[in-house]
């Protein structure tokens, strides 16, 4: 074992042994302890289903249900459950609706409040646990919207839920905003209702609310009575208290608050409580002795000169606070040495030297001027002072001149070891509690230094929780760049500690109350409590039996910490006897205070909520939080500014510049508070007046302005016949006698891909069949020719229309048979079952022959005599096929389908394992083989083989051998194969065969024949679209193509100029079968999918959208629009609406054809329907209604067909999601943009309603109409304006675009920090993003036409991201011209650009590189070295501002020139070239993945190398030379410290490898 400890491990050693003799001695105590120690306390939330209610807690239900009353029990005894058992006790209140269809409040529910968020979802837990009643929870995040909920949905929330969990927060503004009142509440759970006090929402809600509703009930003014009110608190008091008397007006005053509440305790709650023990506090003493005071008055003389005022006075004014940053880390030196000894002090004097040197390295603070200097010098100097102080104490600690650990510190670990070391059961759970966040971490990181160097205390596993700030800390507030750290962090703590992974939590008193943390053996308070409260609150931790409440004190300080221990505990007795002593008497009423905010400042009314003047100042702060920021140097922070009139106050209030309310004056009032909120109340009668505030005084933008635009909030859902894909024209035809058909021959034409192919396909001179055909009920329409792909070729196929026919009943009997012997009986199709009787799809395939007419007409014919002759070849008793003699000429065989019936047939390789029984194969050539060959590989011939093992005589051995193909049933031939037959063929002896009655010829089509009538119906079904979205575009049609092949290709080639244009008009005709891509996602895997239209559509959407709300909204920030247009673009409204106005769900394709398995032939329902059809009088699911429907009723019944839909298997159904819906619709638009330009597209969305849903605006009014000037710049204010923007010309010379008005320049690079003049770039950057992304996608859509659509995605994102928008915004000097008065934002652009020289900055904007930049430059790699870099203040995030200021300048432009969007392409080309040219031919990737690719066994990890830094490191090798290179980057973000590592690693890559790889 390591010995790391000086003196103190020996000390440790002994504590260890001399425990473990007192543990010995205790152990049968300890047993005894075991036996009674109660689990079911360990957990509020961990509390058993069926909870049954102890003594107390129903002596406490029993006063609750008749009066208001103040439970007060400490924590972990069980409050929640009191509350718990009044709901129940009242639940019957509970079960009438809370309102009627007309909103009205009819019912009562129950309301728990709570006072923080975490607590909503716990307590909610527990009583829907035990309650088994609906629990509700809601809390205030920004994510959920919840503020912009008016009073129906409110009311619905109500009636959806019995009991309603929420922060007190929410539930004051529900009420202060009448949407429900105190009188449909039966009853109130306040918790922790010590809160209720000042302008606490508790407070507000009794003092506003329920205080006033009672005075109405008790005067007889109101009929009903509010709600019964029930509080919940572990102690009243929460300050530290002089006397009885203090603690009685305490009392007084929190009952008066919460409406002359009742506090009370059970009579019986002592200590010795059965249900719940809690320890007394025992005291840990130790004597504090003079420990390491001479390196302590080396800190103190440090810390004193730089205290020393001559000092700040020769410094500059915003280096005071950095200095005064050094003082407070030199301040904590003291507290770790003594809290935690000398050893630990050393440890973190690393941490706080590193600390400072970040400092004096600002850049911002180290400027050449003499002051920055000796800034700098006082830096360096204490530094070097502490680099002393650091020496001297290892020199202490190596000469054992000093203990290690303070008397304090060794205490507790005495004490930890002896309680740890002393369980021989589970691990005890330890808490300790510290008042300061550095000492809670000293703690923790030197307690697993100690448990990994001491094998005794590897038992100790720690963690540690300091929230975000910390009781009397101090100054130790979290910086924000820690604070999501903290927030992981505190997390996993608490996980590892519920979980038992960690037994020991230090922390701050941030878990004291709220959190829910397990029960605990033993509670340390390393710091006395400051509070009776915090008191009470950490003890109740300590519930698991047996406990400890443990104090720290230092001897010095014995008597007087005994004292205020015997005061705390006279409180607690003082409570428990005044709330007895109280039961019956009633507080006295709280007199009223002489001047009351409400009072004197009344509330502001609408006609749907209110506000009172308590709340108004926070209500104006909430709303000014909610404009859009857009960027971290937006300050939306009402401006306040106090003067004196006279002996009142006025206050006058300046709102951010994205509000249209500027400024509002208050009226003079007698205190500055009053003054405030009176400019407050104005502010917000005002915000109303302009409607930026809805009735209820919330943020308009919040809940979306109705007035000017309607969203579908209907749920997405789809019919049956949407989701099984069959055409009108073929959906469940009625036939009657005589009936008029259409028929279409399907001519086929073969291209084979094999040599010397002899088989029969079309044609055959052994029958008169020359082809299929389709009989169909309905008119097809004209289908191009398609191509369908057997193994051995192509067959391009030709659906026309031959003639009209009459056919009777009996016919059409015969020819439901071939549909079954088609299908069922030659192609074997699966989990279908042919069902004549039922009507689903029904068309009929059919044989067809030529006959020539009297008439001398020629014309195709149904082969009614050749579907007889083969239905006698059918034997119905057997259910098989009667199998003929194979001929004896082999040009006969060439045309048959020949079948060992009674055994596998011979192969070449393996005779005895070819296919099943009865398998079908066809004649492809005549082998050079006999029967008296040997068999390759056996020492057989193919005649003795035969005869051993089927005992047949071969009678013309002689005879060559037939070469076959198994006849394949692979039916899916809708893709192109690359290869033909894929097998040997297979050899027979031409004497043992037997024949199918179907012809070899025939059977080759009939195996192409699922394909044709798959394409045949999906191209039907894109008809019927078509013939949806054909009156909207009002165009003629065009006949269809040749080749169905050429949809595919061209589409790309259109002239973007004229897309592009509004004003063009098409006046060509269109092609319907173009919808076919649109309609067609990537899954089916048809040759093209709808990607690469779907994605210039979305974009063209996009664009449409920004310009309508552009428009219509022409004083709205970009807040607003984003809101209206992402609603527009998402997918739940283009679903929506196109399925309203298009059916559009039935027409997708998502789904591989499959035609053995999920493909439904005609005059067949799957297998799983027919079996459900079979008991028709029984089955619930196929009742007697549907069984009548599917045999003959051709009435569209919705919901018939929706229950058929859910009996069909789902395979055989297509599913859905809105996105699927919505891509094909954005697929749509971008066909409609592409093919006949900007005006088709947008008569396309104005006819389906897609953004507006509704009359108020026709789409194409707005969109072809140009923008109208709107002066974003008040009239007061053009004049300075137009002198600023003419300053503004010589960037016109850089763009090369003279502005006709340089307003919009102006605007476009005006931040809105700048106080000159009221305008914004927001807007414009909004309108010039879309622009620039319909331009560069357009661009790359037609350059790229064969680029898949993820790579078309990647490239647009490569030139419109960030990185490549800021390197253009330097190269065009825009930074130069930006208008703004935000430091922060000046010193972020001046810390980015200073990074730089001139040759640096020109190099860096115009490379193609999107990592990180970093200073110095990764460059200084080589192959001899490779340094450590410590990233501290050299890695730069670009700017988000330079890339937004490029977008609005180009909406600058758009809007300049009359929105032409070719003069802005002209304009903005020059920038993007260079960077377009780059990655369309070098495709981004992450340097991470290329770098995986180019060594697969690329190492690298991360490494924390203290609280605040980690170590990335990324090992790369050379294949050549086989040397390891290895690159470190150290940074506070490890994902920023990765990312370097890895640019760096491919940097060198590319510098040195690249060619020799």
């Known amino acids: 074992r390591i010995q790391i400890l000086f003196e103190v491990h020996g000390r440790v050693s002994s504590a260890v042994m001399e425990e473990r003799t007192i543990s010995q001695n205790a152990a049968y105590e300890d047993v005894k302890i075991r036996l009674w120690e109660d689990k079911a306390n360990e957990s509020v939330t961990d509390a058993a289903e069926n909870f049954e209610p102890r003594d107390y807690q129903v002596e406490m239900l029993n006063i609750s249900k008749n009066e208001d009353t103040i439970v007060m029990m400490p924590t972990g005894s069980g409050k929640t459950y009191i509350a718990v058992l009044l709901i129940k006790h009242f639940s019957y209140e509970l079960t009438k609706p809370f309102v009627d269809k007309n909103y009205e409040i009819i019912g009562k529910r129950t309301v728990f409040i709570v006072n923080n968020v975490p607590l909503v979802k716990q307590q909610a837990k527990v009583i829907s646990d035990h309650t088994g009643m609906k629990v509700g929870c809601f809390s205030g995040s920004l994510s959920n919207n919840i503020t912009t909920w008016n009073k129906n949905t409110w009311r619905l929330k109500f009636n959806n839920y019995h009991v309603l969990v929420m922060t007190a927060r929410v539930f004051y503004d529900i009420l202060e905003s009448d949407f429900v009142d105190p009188y449909c509440i039966n009853i109130l759970v306040v918790d922790e209702c010590h809160h209720a006090k000042g302008n606490h929402p508790m407070a507000l809600i009794m003092k506003n609310i329920w205080k006033p509703a009672k005075d109405d009930y008790e005067k007889g003014n109101c009929s009903s009575k509010p709600g019964l009110i029930l509080g919940l608190t572990a102690s009243v008091i929460d300050k530290k208290v002089s006397d009885v008397q203090e603690i009685t007006k305490t009392i007084d005053q929190l009952c008066n608050v919460m409406c002359k509440s009742k506090l009370i305790t059970p009579a019986e709650f002592t200590n010795q409580l059965n249900a719940i023990k809690l320890p007394d506090p025992e005291i840990v003493g130790f004597k504090m002795r003079t420990y390491g005071q001479g390196i302590l008055d080396q800190v103190y003389n440090i810390i004193n000169i730089l205290k020393d005022k001559s000092l700040q006075q020769v410094l500059h004014l915003h280096q005071v606070e950095p200095v005064q940053a050094i003082v407070q880390l030199l301040d904590t030196i003291p507290v770790l040495v003594r809290e935690v000894g000398i050893d630990c002090a050393g440890d973190h004097l690393d941490g706080i030297i590193s600390e400072i040197n970040r400092t004096i390295s600002d850049p911002m603070l180290s400027h050449a001027e003499d002051t920055e200097n000796m800034f700098v010098e006082i830096g360096k100097t204490v530094i070097g002072q502490l680099q002393v102080i650091q020496e001297v104490i290892k020199k202490c600690l190596a000469n054992k001149v000093i203990p290690k650990m303070s008397d304090k510190f060794f205490s507790l670990i005495k004490t930890l070891l002896s309680k740890v070391m002393s369980e021989e059961g589970d691990t005890p759970r330890i808490i300790i509690f510290m008042e300061r966040k550095r000492v809670v971490r000293a703690v923790f990181e030197y307690l697993n230094k100690i448990a990994k160097e001491i094998e005794e205390c590897a038992q100790l596993k720690c963690c540690y929780v300091i929230g975000r700030s910390s009781g009397n800390a101090g100054n130790e507030a979290t910086p924000d760049f820690e604070v999501k750290e903290v927030r992981k962090q505190q997390e996993e703590a608490l996980i590892s500690f519920r979980d038992g992974k960690r037994n020991i939590l230090i922390a701050t008193s941030v878990i004291e109350e709220g959190l829910d943390i397990p029960t605990c053996n033993i509670v340390i308070r390393y710091d006395f409590t400051p509070t009776y409260r915090s008191y009470v609150q950490s003890r109740g931790r300590a519930r698991k039996q047996p406990s400890k409440y443990l104090f720290f004190i230092d001897e010095s300080e014995s008597s007087q910490k005994k004292l205020e221990l015997s005061e705390f505990k006279k409180i607690e007795q003082f409570l428990r006897e005044y709330a007895n002593s109280i039961y019956k008497t009633w507080a006295v009423d709280e007199p009223e205070r002489s001047e009351s905010i409400d009072s004197i400042i009344p509330c502001l009314r609408s006609e749907t909520g209110r506000v009172f003047a308590s709340s108004a100042i926070q209500r104006l702060n909430y709303y000014c939080m909610q404009l859009p920021s857009h960027d971290d140097y937006t300050d939306l922070k009402p401006d306040v500014h106090l003067e004196t009139i006279l002996e009142n106050y006025v206050c006058t209030i300046t709102l951010p510049k994205v509000c249209p309310l500027r400024t509002v004056i208050g009226q003079p009032m007698s205190s500055p508070k009053l003054a405030k909120i009176s400019s407050a109340m104005k502010a917000l009668e005002e915000l109303y007046r302009i409607h930026e505030l809805d009735g209820r005084f919330f943020p308009q933008f919040r809940t979306m302005e109705t007035a000017k635009i309607k969203f579908v909030e209907e749920p997405f859902s789809m019919d049956m016949d949407v989701r099984i894909k069959i055409p009108e024209t073929f959906f469940r035809k009625i036939y009657e006698e005589k009936s008029e058909f259409y028929l279409y021959s399907l001519n086929m034409h073969l291209e084979p891909c094999v040599e010397n192919f002899i088989e029969y396909f079309n044609k055959s001179k052994y029958h008169k069949v020359q082809c299929f055909g389709i009989l169909s009920k309905e008119k097809l329409p004209d289908v191009p020719r398609f191509s369908v792909h057997p193994r051995y070729g192509r067959v391009t196929v030709q659906v026309r229309f ?561 990185s490549t928008l800021a390197k253009i915004c330097t190269n065009q000097k825009l930074y130069h011209f930006l208008k703004y008065d935000n430091p922060e934002l000046y010193n972020v652009l001046a810390r980015f650009y200073s990074n730089f020289t001139e040759d640096q900055l020109s190099k860096w904007a115009n490379s193609y590189s999107m990592g990180l930049v970093v200073v110095p430059n990764i460059e200084e790699d080589t192959l001899e070295e490779q340094p450590v870099f410590d990233l501290e203040y050299k890695v730069v995030q670009t700017p988000k501002i330079l890339g937004d200021i490029v977008e609005s300048v180009i909406g600058a432009i758009y809007l300049d020139s009359g929105e032409d969007m070719n003069t802005v392409w002209r304009v903005i080309w020059p920038w993007f070239e260079p960077y377009y040219s780059y990655y369309s031919q070098n495709p981004n990737k992450d340097p991470k993945a290329l770098l995986h690719e180019l060594y697969p066994s690329m190492k690298a990890n991360q490494e924390k190398i203290d609280h605040y830094l980690t170590k990335a490191t990324v090992k790369i090798t050379d294949r050549t030379t086989r040397k390891t290179y290895k690159f470190v980057t150290i940074d506070r973000q490890r994902d920023v410290a990765l990312d370097v590592s890895f640019e760096r690693a491919f940097m060198f890559h590319q510098k040195y490898f690249a060619n020799s790889q």
């Open 802 to 1362: 031959e003639r009209m026919l009459k056919a009777r009943n009996q016919l059409l009997e015969r020819y439901k048979w071939f549909q079954k012997a088609l299908f069922n009986d030659i192609l074997t199709l699966r989990n279908i079952k042919h069902s004549p009787e039922f009507l689903f799809k029904n068309y009929f395939v059919l044989p067809l022959v030529r006959v020539k007419r009297s008439t001398g007409i020629i014309e195709y014919d149904i082969a009614d005599s050749f579907i007889v002759k083969l239905q006698r070849k059918w034997n119905p008793g057997t259910s098989n096929w009667v199998y003929g003699n194979i001929p004896s000429n082999f040009e006969e065989c060439v045309d048959t389908v020949i079948v060992r019936p009674f055994e596998n047939p011979l192969t070449e390789y393996d005779y005895a394992s070819m296919s099943e029984n009865n398998a079908f194969f066809i004649v492809i050539g005549r082998s050079e083989k006999t029967a008296n060959d040997i068999i390759e590989k056996k020492d057989i011939t193919y005649k003795q083989h035969h005869e051993n093992k089927y005992n047949e005589k071969i009678n013309n051995p002689g005879e060559r051998l037939l070469m076959c193909r198994f006849v394949s049933k692979h039916y899916n031939m809708l893709p192109a194969h690359s290869k033909g037959y894929d097998k040997n063929p297979t050899y027979f002896i031409r004497e043992v065969c037997k024949i199918h009655p179907l012809p070899a010829s025939l059977w080759n089509q009939a195996t192409c024949i699922p394909s044709i009538l798959w394409r045949i119906e999906t191209v039907t079904l894109t008809y019927e679209l078509y013939t949806k979205v054909a009156p909207f575009i009002s165009l003629p049609i065009n006949p269809p193509k040749d080749h169905f092949d050429q949809y595919f290709s061209g589409l790309e080639v259109f002239e973007i100029d004229k897309v592009l244009a509004r004003d063009y008009i098409y006046t060509g005709s269109v092609d319907w079968v173009d919808l076919f891509t649109c309609v067609c996602t990537k899954a089916c895997q048809e040759p093209h999918s709808l990607e690469r239209l779907e994605f210039i559509g979305d974009n063209f959407l996009k664009l449409v959208t920004t310009l309508f709300y552009y428009r219509i909204f022409p004083d709205k920030h970009e807040g607003w629009l984003s809101r209206f247009r992402s609603r527009v673009v998402g997918n739940q409204n283009l679903a929506t609406q196109s399925t309203s106005h298009l059916r559009l769900p039935k027409y997708v394709l998502n789904k591989q054809f499959q035609p053995k398995t999920q493909w439904i032939p005609p005059y067949f329902i799957p297998t799983a329907l027919y079996k459900s059809s079979l008991d028709k009088n029984n089955s619930e699911s196929f009742d007697s209604d549907l069984h009548e429907f599917m045999l003959n009723d051709s009435e569209n019944r919705p919901h018939l067909l929706d229950k058929l839909c859910d009996l069909i298997p789902v395979d055989h159904k297509q599913h859905l999601d809105k996105k699927d819906v919505a891509d094909v619709c954005e697929a749509i638009i971008g066909l409609c943009f592409v093919r006949y330009g900007y005006r088709v597209a947008v008569d396309f969305l104005d006819s389906i309603d897609i953004l507006t849903n509704g009359k108020e605006h026709r789409l194409s009014d707005i969109i072809y109409n140009k923008t109208p000037p709107f002066p974003r710049i008040p009239n007061e204010q053009l004049e300075m304006a137009k002198k600023i923007a003419e300053t503004l010309t010589p960037l016109e010379e850089v763009l090369d675009y003279k502005f006709n008005n340089k307003l919009y320049l102006l605007e476009a690079l005006t931040h809105v920090s700048y106080n000159e003049i009221n305008a914004c770039y927001q807007r414009m950057e909004f309108l010039g993003d879309t622009v620039l992304d319909i331009l560069i996608v357009c661009h790359i859509f037609k350059s790229n036409p064969h680029l898949e659509p993820g790579k078309l995605s990647d490239l647009k994102s490569s030139l419109v991201r960030n």
